[in-house]
């Protein structure tokens, strides 16, 4: 199994303010909000001033192109450290090196493959995507997540990021996205923790003619952990499956202090976590 090796990320790094650009959406005919302030080179800044407003009229839900959601809350999951789809070679963003980072070609309108974006609208000001770099080169850090340090967390949940919970997803997909509120052991990825099942076509689970998909987990990101789970088929049968991470003896997926996961989200260590979805006949 491959695990990305984990850069040595500046999570520290004072951030440069921009003195006094003063820049908002505005140009793009897109009104900020009486709350929005001044971009910030910081996640939660770009997700709300520049993200959700510019890019999720196309970027959301299930049939996000390219699967990249932009909304808040899956956004993080499938930028960082997350390959492009159009030029694989390259991340989506690469923290530390805005200039390798696809999501930068594309609002500057180099990349090599399709169009620059947003699509079919003006392109964001320098000011904006200088911005965005600067978050890129300060390490690209999750200050989103950087509030669940504070409200105490009692275990590790696991939160479906793409597909979410009870959405049905293209036979395109290539990867399903898992991210976790708390950091995990990801060495304990190494045994066998990770089952991806297809129900046979009778959408269940337990009628014995399920069949184990293999997949290839990757941990995208850590604070939070991200795992991106690869189907080895692709494309994926139209069908049921359920994908399971075990929180549940004998090996369970386990926070850095060594808890099970409380994959039920019962509130309690221990239980598996589990998510079903539909692959789609294509069309
Ligand atoms: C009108 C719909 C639309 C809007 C708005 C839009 N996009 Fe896109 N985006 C697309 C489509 C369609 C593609 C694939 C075709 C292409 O690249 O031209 C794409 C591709 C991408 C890719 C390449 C993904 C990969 O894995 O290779 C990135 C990055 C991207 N968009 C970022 C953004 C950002 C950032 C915004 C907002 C500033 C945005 N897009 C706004 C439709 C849109």
Redesign the pocket.
């Known amino acids: 199994m491959k695990l990305a090796s984990f850069s040595a990320l500046c999570m520290t790094c004072t951030l440069v303010a921009c003195a006094g650009d003063g820049e908002g959406l505005d140009e793009n005919g897109r009104p900020a909000g009486e709350d929005s302030g001044t971009l910030q080179p910081t996640f939660q800044s770009i997700q709300s001033l ?2 959700t407003p ?6 959301a839900g299930a049939a996000a ?4 959601r ?1 909304d808040e809350g899956a956004s993080y999951a499938l ?1 960082v450290n ?6 694989p070679a390259l991340m ?1 963003v690469q923290p530390g090196n805005p200039d390798a980072s ?2 930068i ?3 500057e309108g180099t ?1 090599a ?9 003006p392109p ?1 000001p320098q000011a904006t995507v200088d911005v965005i770099r600067q978050w890129i080169a300060d390490g690209a850090p999750n200050t989103s997540g950087g509030g669940s340090q504070k409200t105490r967390i009692e275990f590790a949940h696991l939160i479906a990021v793409s597909p979410m919970r009870f959405e049905s997803a293209p036979a395109s997909m290539r990867e399903i996205v898992v991210t976790s509120d708390t950091e995990l052991d990801t060495s304990l990825l190494q045994s066998d923790l990770v089952t991806l099942r297809v129900s046979g076509g009778d959408g269940e689970f337990a009628a014995g003619n399920e069949r184990t998909v293999p997949v290839q987990v990757r941990v995208r990101s850590t604070q939070p952990s991200v795992l991106a789970i690869e189907p080895r088929v692709t494309p994926l049968a139209a069908d049921e499956y359920e994908l399971r991470i075990s929180g549940s003896d004998p090996v369970a997926l386990a926070d850095l202090a060594a808890r099970p996961i409380d994959g039920d989200h019962d509130g309690t260590a221990g239980g598996d976590f589990v998510l079903r979805f539909t692959v789609e006949t294509a069309r």
Do not use: D, W
């Open positions: 520049v993200f510019a890019c999720t009229g196309c970027h192109p390219l699967g990249l932009l930028l997350a390959p492009s789809v159009e030029v989506r696809y999501l070609q594309k609002i990349a493959v399709g169009a620059r974006m947003p699509l079919n609208a964001l």
